[in-house]
């Protein structure tokens, strides 16, 4: 059973501090993608990670992808309010089947 | 209407009723799922419709019954429900495939349910 493990499941930190979420994951998979979802919102895809060393960024997220490790990470930088919200990662372990970690929901205070 | 609809956006129903939710998708994609969102289990994948064929069914109880009619559109029908049950449904289409022409999952906003 393929397991999805997010890290930490909740983050809370003051504006202008950097962190990195963890996603780690058991199965092999050649993509990864993280969402976004605010409360009571839908979820938004933020990255699409296609590779063995892909990295992305938006703003001050920053996305990596270590296909060998299983592990993803998402990198914070000078964090504002703006960021608070829920982040999912999901591994697309098949073409049609998109299973979502645990959710970490991140809170940045002044 | 544009990416992925779905209706009604709230339901409040009784254990006995029978409803449906409806998703709709403009993507042009080739797959459809449902996902619960709970606050015990943030988001499990339910079903899985690729070219209008059912290709997962997590171990879903049979009081939730998907049908796919076409690429497009997607309902969830439900029967007899458990107050456990209430929880955010969303719909989610992607164009599922090998190589560049797959995509990520597009969500709609989501049916909150309430099993009263």
């Known amino acids: 059973e393929l397991k999805v493990e997010q890290n930490p499941l909740f983050l809370s930190m003051q504006e202008g501090k950097n962190y990195t979420i963890y996603c780690n994951y058991s199965t092999t998979s050649d993509r990864l993608y993280w969402y976004r979802q605010d409360p009571g919102k839908s979820l938004e895809s933020l990255f699409v990670?296609?590779?063995?060393?892909a990295v992305k960024q938006e703003g001050r997220l920053m996305a990596s992808l270590d296909t060998k490790a299983r592990l993803s990470t998402l990198h914070i930088t000078a964090a504002v309010h703006d960021l608070s919200a829920t982040y999912f990662c999901?591994?697309?372990?098949?073409?049609?089947?998109?299973?979502f970690g645990t959710g970490t929901r991140l809170q940045v205070f002044p | 209407e544009t990416g992925v609809t779905q209706t009604p956006r709230h339901l409040v129903m009784g254990m006995t009723n029978k409803k449906s939710l409806k998703c709709e998708q403009h993507?042009?994609?080739?797959?459809m799922y449902w996902y619960k969102q709970s606050a015990k289990k943030p988001l499990e994948l339910m079903f899985v419709y690729n070219f209008k064929e059912q290709t997962e069914n997590n171990s879903v109880p049979s009081r939730f019954s998907p049908e796919c009619p076409n690429s497009s559109h997607l309902f969830l029908h439900l029967h007899t429900l458990q107050p456990e049950d209430s929880a955010l449904y969303l719909c989610?289409?992607?164009?599922?495939?090998?190589?560049?022409?797959?995509?990520?999952?597009?969500f709609g906003q989501g049916t909150r349910l309430t099993v009263v």
């Open positions: 990670l296609l590779s063995n060393g």
């Open positions: 999901a591994p697309g372990i098949s073409s049609d089947k998109l299973i």
């Open positions: 993507l042009g994609h080739n797959a």
């Open positions: 989610a289409s992607s164009q599922a495939g090998t190589g560049p022409v797959r995509t990520e999952a597009f």
